[in-house]
């Protein structure tokens, strides 16, 4: 989502404390290639120089705990930085990592004071709410479900929640991995542990939300929706969508004002330029594939009722469609797809934009000597006004002839005169 990275930087002005807290995936032995390239994602993507606060359990020799000196320059790191972001790993980890390096409490200190921009994704999206799903334990190892107890950053904003990012995942096929690989049934059981006032808080894969603390704000930014999920019934705040965070508040709380209309999906000053562009060209589908999927729709809607310039803004707006989402992502997603498809709506267009060109001469010209045959024989016989109707027939139809010496041509009305072969004169 590097669109809504850089829209984040861009409020923090020049030479911005950027910090990648590595604790989520310190424990992997990959953690020094996924530092690094994070690293270069920010630097080459968003635009900004990024440091890394390592874990430092995992940084030390043998594993064995930290020195107090290493812990207290990450501590302090962190609290003063423009910018922290933590992103994929294992919430578990994570939580019980933070809590012994006492940086659970610098973290819930930044969103306390309303200090500079706290970036949580993934697995560290897991963590923020008063309870947290420990996704590695039940999908990977086949722990019974089970909350752990979460930072509760935003239970300091009055919002008691368990967030579940990658809501819509759909990686499993044939079964069930939304809610962060959770699914359905043990969803639902996690639901009954929670206390009557909390709710889930949903967030779709390519989506975000964003607590703005100093207009007390949130805004859902991206492609799917945030849902706030109680004892089964969810409401879905789409993509786009701006609302306070005192009507968050009633949406967790189930509190009749919560449910209020909410604002459908517009492009606000927010939007990516892959939301925009998606917006404009398929009427406001939330994914590429829906957007891949309406634009299809609309094109042979277009093919049907014969309307060439229908088809070329299909085509034209799609293509602004990948772009844009192709600028907006560093893998693929499905782009490559979306490509296939709109290369096979050129084609198609060319084709038809081939028969085009050579309509409606080429289908005239079929007909046009045999006609023009039976105009010179009527002349010749002397039935001169029986071969003017032929003339005024053909002048209804478009059909310009011209008699010279030479024989007689004709031109479409709209189209330049054609080589046609002029047939002799009659007399």
């Not at 423009?82 to 980890?93: H, L």
């Amino acid at each position: 989502m590097v669109t809504l990275h850089r829209e984040l930087v861009a409020h923090l002005g020049a030479d911005v404390d950027a910090v990648i807290l590595e604790t989520p995936y310190g424990f992997q032995v990959n953690r020094d290639d996924i530092s690094s390239r994070a690293r270069e994602y920010f630097r080459r993507s968003v635009g900004f120089t990024t440091a890394v606060a390592p874990d430092t359990h995992a940084q030390s020799p043998l594993g064995n705990a930290a020195g107090d000196g290493d812990a207290d320059r990450v501590r302090d790191r962190v609290r003063r930085a423009d910018w922290v972001f933590s992103g994929p790993g294992s919430p578990s980890y994570a939580l019980d990592r933070w809590h012994s390096l006492r940086l659970a409490g610098i973290l819930r200190e930044r969103v306390g004071r309303g200090y500079g921009v706290t970036v949580m994704a993934s697995a560290a999206a897991c963590t923020v709410g008063f309870v947290a799903l420990p996704v590695y334990e039940v999908y990977k190892a086949g722990h019974p479900p089970t909350w752990l107890t979460g930072l509760d950053l935003l239970g300091m904003l009055g919002l008691a929640v368990a967030v579940i990012p990658h809501y819509d995942n759909a990686e499993g096929g044939t079964h069930d991995t939304r809610f962060c690989y959770l699914g359905e049934p043990r969803l639902a059981a996690l639901e009954h542990e929670l206390p009557d006032e909390s709710a889930v808080l949903g967030i779709d894969e390519h989506t975000a939300v964003i607590l703005d603390l100093h207009t007390s704000s949130v805004r859902v930014w991206g492609r799917g929706v945030m849902t706030v999920r109680r004892r089964g019934v969810s409401v879905t705040v789409p993509g786009g969508t701006t609302l306070s965070l005192e009507q968050l508040r009633d949406l967790v709380a189930g509190k009749e004002s919560g449910a209020v209309p909410l604002p459908r999906r517009s492009v606000d000053e927010g939007a990516g330029a892959a939301d925009r562009a998606t917006t404009a060209g398929t009427g406001g589908a939330a994914t590429l594939q829906e957007a891949v999927a309406a634009a299809e729709l609309r094109f042979d809607t277009a093919v049907e009722a014969r309307d060439a310039r229908a088809m070329a803004e299909v085509t034209v707006e799609l293509e602004s469609v990948v772009a844009a989402w192709s600028a907006d992502m560093e893998e693929d997603q499905g782009g490559e797809w979306a490509r296939t498809v709109l290369h096979g709506m050129i084609r198609r267009l060319a084709r038809a934009a081939g028969r085009g060109l050579s309509e409606p001469e080429y289908t005239l010209g079929q007909i046009m000597v045999p006609l023009l045959d039976v105009r010179r024989r009527l002349r010749a016989e002397g039935a001169y006004d029986l071969a003017d109707e032929v003339r005024e027939a053909m002048a209804a139809g478009r059909v310009l002839l011209r008699d010279t010496a030479e024989g007689t041509d004709w031109r479409w009305e709209e189209g330049a005169e054609l080589d046609t072969g002029t047939l002799p004169p009659d007399r």
